[in-house]
Each structure stands twice: as structure tokens, then as C-alpha cells.
């Protein structure tokens, strides 16, 4: 697990916020407080949208990470194959169940009385070609990773980045139509599906790219992504919950106060996720042959990461409001900054989650993971409507905030049991 495979990392998940950081206040001043909160709605769903591999992404980073160096790496094309057929029936079934929602009239349930229900549901039409699209880039993106190709996958987090933030915004200078900036969003997902194909066979020798589907294969991704599925499926959505739920309990205008400091406070989890990137096939194939470097190896970057991550949030919540101030060209709405310094607390409970669920799914623990999900769901959507609806967004940051508190503590208890 070399350093520089978590600055790529690192690189690729932070120019694209520095480019974010440029490009949405301008976005917010163009289209306004209703139609910026329905972009967000479409962000939010095309992120939700990687979970429909079903965990199969992941099975493949931790399935081909294992096979490599001399452990039947003959196999790899087997199961690079067998992913990425299931991975487009998956995603195939969320763009049918999408289109199905927009036809029946699910716009109607956001409060965006300024944006054309025309509009709204084409957006949604769009929407739904992205999933498919998503599905399979999680599969080829599972190859790099296994081969620790960094580098590759993280020049083109850079350029998907881009052309989340910057072609929206280059097109809210002619058009504020929402289905128009949402088609961007398509596109761009359509080239980085094409490019992280290119790079995974890269990964591969020249005589091993044509592998055949498996049933045997299939079962070994299943029967590690089977319960990894409620997870992949059960989190983004509960991350994302909270955005919709304010639409629908409050306003898509009030989605915006809400976004606003999250993507600010939440984009500092960009150094747990390079390191949890890098960390999670690095462990899998430790655990092959050096069990003990494996637990050395997780300590030492544990204690790294989580240190960090304390004493940047410290400084964040300082200088939240300034932050805003600079970054919006007004002066930063108090709710807004209340919302932030509550997230921050969350944020550094996600982080210490993030790294014993990487080691927990490392061992194969995908199953433990899932059921603490599951115990959550029940428990974060009362929290959070209970809590939006008596303190407005600020309940909602205090909602999000105690799920994360809460996974944290789980998820330490079951890697301690996992020894």
C-alpha cells in the first residue's frame, strides 16, 4: 500500500470539489434556489445509482485482488466477464423501474411549483439511462482497483468531476432547463463507462482479456455481494434520504440551505475514502498470505487518517461561516452554518466507519455489515422526519449525524469480533 497510490486518490477526489467550489455558486445564482435543489435531487441519484451493481464492484476488487500474483490469475477474465453481464441486467432493471416512476407521476411529489412538471419528468427519463451506465463502470472501476491503477481511474475522476459541475454550469449561461443540464450528466456518464472499460483491460494481459460468464463465478460474486447488495443499496440511500425528505417535508428551495454545507463538510472525506480505496484490496491480499501484516497495516492508517480528520473538521467548523461568506459572494446564512458544524460531527464518525468497514469487508464480513444496515433504517428515517419536521434542516443535520455516531460504534464491535 504505497503513498502514492493514495495521492492519486486523493487527487482525483479533490480537484473535481475545487472545480465544484468554483462552479456552484455561480449555478446557484443562475437557476435559482428550486431548479439548483432539483440538480442536487440529480446528483444525489445518479451517486444512488452505483449501488444497483448490486455489490458486484466490489466482489470483483476483492475477488481479483486475491487472484493476482500467481493465485489462478488465468481466472480474472472469467470474472470480469461474469460481473459485467450481471452488473447491466441489474442496472438495466433500475432504468426500467425509473422510467416506470416518471410515466406514473413521481415528480409530482417534489415542491418545485417554479420548474414545469413537463421538465421535472423528463429530467427523470434521463435519469434512468444513467443507472445501467453506472452499474457497469462500478465492475471495470473493481478491476483497477484490484490492480491498484490509481492513476488512470483518478485522471478521469478528475474529468468526471469536471463535467458533473462545469458542463451544467456552462450550460445554465443559455438554457436553465433542468432535463437540459440533467442530459450532461448522461453523457459524461456514458464516456467515463467507456473509458473505465479501456483501462481495466489495460490491467490485463493481452491473451487473458476474453474471458466466458461463469455460474461458479457468479456464485463466488453473489455470495459476497449478496449481503454487500443491502449495503450498496441501504446506504447512499439513507445518505440521500435526507435530501429528498426535505424536499418533500419542507421545500426544494430548503434542499439548497441543507446541500450547501454538506457538500462543503462532507467532501473532507475524501482522505478515509483514498485511503479506504487503496486500503481494501491492499488488505484482501494481505490477508492471503500475511493475516498479522494485514491488522499492522490497517492500524498504522487508522490512526493516520482519524487524526487528520480531527483537526481538520476542528478547523472547518471554525471558519465555516467565513468559508461560506467567500465562497458565495454573500454573507453565509446562519442556518446554513448550523447545519455544517452538526454535520462535522458526523463527518468524523463516517470516517472511523469507513475504515473498519473496509477491514470487515476485506475479511469477507459483508454479511455483519448488512444487518447493522438494516438496524438503521428504521431507526435513521424516524430520526429524520421526526427531527426535519421539528427543527427544520438543522434536525435533519442532527439526524444524519447520529446514524453515522451510530455506525461507527457498530461497526468497531463487529471488527472486534471478527478477529
Known sequence: MRASHISWNLFGLGLPLLIAALTVPHLLAGLGGQRFGLLALAWGLIGYASALDLGIGRATTQRVAALRNGHDEASI???????????????????????????LGVGNLVHANEVPQSEVRSAILLLGLALPMQAVSATYRGVNEAYLS???????????????????????????RVDILIASLVISRALALWFYRVFALQCLPADGRHGTYSRGVARQLFQFGGWFTISSVLSPLLTQADRFLIAAIISA????????PYEVTVQTLILS????TVAFPA??????????????????????????????LLLLAAILPELLTLWLGHPADPASVAVGRILCVGVLANAIGSMYFALLHA??????TAMLHLLEVPLYIAALVGLTKAFGVSGAAVAWSLRMSFDAIGMKMLARQAR
Open 363 to 368: 475479511k469477507g464480513r459483508t454479511r455483519a
Open 253 to 260: 428551495a430548503a434542499v439548497t440551505t441543507y446541500v450547501i
Open 283 to 312: 488488505i484482501s491480499r494481505l490477508l492471503v498470505d500475511d493475516p498479522a501484516g494485514a491488522t499492522r497495516l490497517f492500524r498504522l492508517w487508522f490512526v493516520r487518517v482519524i487524526g487528520a480528520m480531527l483537526a481538520g
Open 150 to 176: 490509481f492513476r488512470n481511474i483518478s485522471v478521469l475522476r478528475i474529468l468526471l468531476g469536471a463535467a458533473n459541475f462545469g458542463l451544467p454550469y456552462l450550460i445554465s449561461l443559455f438554457t436553465t
Open 77 to 103: 477474465a472469467d470474472v470480469l466477464t461474469t460481473a459485467t453481464r450481471l452488473t447491466l441486467v441489474t442496472g438495466g432493471i433500475g432504468m426500467v423501474l425509473i422510467l416506470l416512476a416518471a410515466m
Open 273 to 276: 475514502s483514498a485511503v479506504t
